[in-house]
């Protein structure tokens, strides 16, 4: 974390909102990232991130400065999207509600866009089926790259059960996968098929 | 057929020796089973490593900061219904107890007769205040009464104000934390 962002907290520790508006400038698109990848839907998407930075403003005084502040966000983040999977424990899945999505060239290239959004709603789906922890697990494993004792700490779990965890979500991403692929494969070659037969 | 450990390695090569690694291929050589979930891994891991970063709309911090807004005024009014309903429970629960008491000590016809009591002491007290206000009025010259009335609208009305900003500052108690720090 640096300087400036110390001094931010320390400003919205005095009574000072803009301050924290720059915190929330600064980290939204991880938080945000988090609770999309989390909940599969822009709109449920951008009410966490809203309430994280909501929970995260009201708990500040509570905060650990030794504790890096990304992670201490991202738990907050991860422990709300887990409770609200809990609530509603059947996954919605909205395929119309794409966010913006970094891409490595911004060169039009319309095959290239289709087969992107084709796989980001296949990892999508991978990830839906798997549990809220889990999810979360993978999620902090490959998009934010922590170590397992990060994820721990983030996920209030032990190093152990982060670690079967993380076993148990790859094999199931393995599994799926393949029926994700026939899935997909199917609507493709019916719309293909002849007519006349 | 056993397919541990080499389920586990296949799902997560880190930490593995050359000799993990030899029976692994070993192993993947003879089990079909353990050859289809490695490539299907290969497949997921390949578009993990491929991740994107999802952005919010923009205006996301413009958003956050009107929702900041609307939530301390939902906070303000949470807290003024609050300690309404303190007053109110606390109101009830000392009427409670002082019937309590009354039944316990007295009859009702000894309320009756306090209460007659209490009403003509009231009347014969106001009696005697209308009257020392009138003598009063009488005997003092009028510049002295007009001071005096002036003086009493201003205690009035900044005990008034006074009154008022507690309980502004009481019902936010709790919204405006961070700026007591």
Known sequence: MSDLQVEWLEQTLGGDETAFANIVETYQRPVYNLCYRMLGDAVEAEDAAQETFWRAYQALDRYDPKRPFPTWLLSIAAHYCIDQQRKRRIPILSMDLLPEEDAPDSAPNPERVVSELEETSQMRRLLSRLGPQDRAAVILRYWYEFSEEEIARTLSLTVSAVKSRLHRARKELAQNWRETQVKNALPERRKNESPAI | ?181
């Not at chain 2, 709309?57 to 413009?62: C, D, R």
């Open chain 2, 1 to 181: 057929m056993s397919h541990q450990p080499f389920e586990t390695w296949i799902l997560d090569h880190a930490g593995l020796s050359m000799a993990d690694r030899r029976a692994l291929q070993e192993h993947l050589d003879t089990c079909q089973q353990c050859q289809r979930l490695q490539r299907q891994w290969e497949s997921v891991h390949q578009e993990l490593r491929a991740r994107r970063m999802a952005a919010p709309a923009p205006g996301f911090t413009q958003r956050w900061m009107s929702g900041l807004a609307e939530r301390r005024a939902q906070e303000q009014r949470k807290q003024a219904w609050r300690i309404f309903g303190i007053f109110l429970g606390g109101s009830f629960l000392i009427l409670l107890l002082l019937a309590g008491y009354l039944m316990a000590t007295s009859s009702p016809a000894d309320w009756l007769t306090a209460a007659v009591r209490a009403a003509s002491s009231t009347a014969a007290i106001l009696n005697l205040c209308v009257y020392a206000v009138r003598t009063w009025l009488s005997n003092t010259p009028l510049a002295v009464n007009l001071a005096l009335w002036i003086y009493l609208m201003i205690a009035l009305c900044l005990m008034s104000l006074a009154w008022v900003l507690i309980v502004w500052r009481t019902s936010i108690v709790g919204v405006f934390k961070h700026e007591t720090h």
